[in-house]
């Protein structure tokens, strides 16, 4: 599903949020007249600045289309199984920049919170995924900052994933903006264990019952080995693709916990 840039209107959830950070710097020192007026710029700014995210999504996503219809039509296959993109809601964007602490200034969240537009690629081997992630980063607009590959380093819960930060230029009437995108490139089984977990966790706040931990990290090492089992089937529907001096010739260090 893709978002839609802008709401219509703030949530009082968010309103509350706002007011309670507030109070909390007031009750240090600060200026109530000046974080209020920092407060309302902030609001007025967020509405430009998921457009400008949601742009930068939407330039990403054209590459990905491209290079899907290019194989389906060039070649009778496409790495490429599924797109799904997110914006984050600015309910969402001012709870995480809250729990992130720092300067509420637009320009102070966008240094700290990295995941705001994200573009999810579903592939159906493993070595697509990387693929897929080497053709993309060898387009010459797009820079890649971060690589985290829990693909090669699973997170200590299961999750398998491969994931990209890239900044993108979006051309706008005055001026050009460089905006990043979270890329995350994984296989079907990948995808259908992430979101399963997601609910789990989401259900249990987080705080999953034994039983449950021991099914999804049991259902993480099926997925795991069936992820093996097509790979070794792969090259009877194509050959391996080459990567030659690429992104992954030298495989990233295993990635720290988020």
């Not at 219509?8 to 109530?32: C, N």
């Not at 999750?159 to 930060?165: E, F, G, Q, T, V």
């Not at 990948?190 to 399963?196: G, T």
Request: hydrophobic share 40%; aromatic share 6%.
């Amino acid at each position: 599903m893709t978002a839609t840039p802008g709401d219509a209107d703030v949530p009082d959830r968010v309103r509350d949020m706002v007011a309670a950070r507030q109070q909390q710097l007031e009750t240090v020192g600060a200026d109530p007249q000046a974080l209020a007026e920092q407060l309302r710029q902030v609001f007025e700014e967020f509405t430009e600045l998921r457009m400008h995210y949601q742009f930068g999504i939407d330039e990403v996503l054209t590459k990905v289309e491209i290079l899907r219809k290019e194989f389906e039509q060039m070649h009778e296959y496409s790495p490429i199984e599924h797109v799904r993109t997110r914006l984050k809601s600015v309910e969402s964007l001012v709870e995480k920049a809250l729990r992130t602490e720092g300067e509420m200034t637009v320009r102070a969240i966008r240094e700290r919170i990295h995941d705001i537009a994200g573009i999810r690629i579903t592939c159906s081997f493993v070595s697509d995924a990387y693929w897929v992630a080497e053709m993309l980063a060898a387009q010459g607009d797009l820079e890649v900052l971060t690589v985290k590959d829990y693909i090669a380093s699973p997170k200590a819960n299961g999750y398998r994933s491969l994931h990209l930060i890239v900044r993108v230029p979006v051309y706008l009437s005055t001026h050009v903006e460089q905006v990043p995108v979270e890329l995350q490139i994984r296989t079907i089984a990948m995808d259908f264990w992430a979101s399963v977990e997601h609910k789990l966790s989401y259900k249990y706040e987080r705080n999953l019952p034994p039983e449950l931990r021991e099914e999804l990290d049991d259902a993480a090492r099926v997925a795991d080995d069936l992820d093996a089992r097509m790979e070794r089937l792969r090259g009877e529907i194509r050959p391996m693709p080459v990567h030659e001096g690429g992104l992954f010739t030298q495989r990233p260090a295993p990635p720290t916990e988020d």
